[in-house]
């Protein structure tokens, strides 16, 4: 039996494997530094050392790396 997963992030299906249910993507699975999946139609950053980060993400590596530090204008 498979069920249809419909997921604005993610489309795909769960396929028993083994008598276990497991969801199986669409596409490879792709993730960022911080182990973040990105999907399809997700923005990520790539950086000239490689480092692939995702935009939920890029405040923590911006501020890590980069010593930058987000505000806001009160």
């Known amino acids: 039996m498979n069920l249809l997963?419909?997921?604005?992030?993610?489309l795909g299906t769960i396929e028993p494997v083994n008598q276990v249910p497991t969801f199986r993507y669409i596409e490879e699975d792709f993730r960022d530094v911080y182990g973040s999946l990105i999907v399809s139609n997700d923005n990520y950053m790539k950086f000239p050392n490689g480092d692939v980060v995702h935009f939920d993400?890029?405040?923590?590596?911006?501020e890590t790396y980069?010593?930058?530090a987000f505000c806001t204008k009160k």
């Open 57 to 62: 993400n890029i405040h923590t590596y911006l």
């Open 5 to 10: 997963i419909e997921n604005p992030m993610v």
């Open 66 to 68: 980069f010593g930058a």
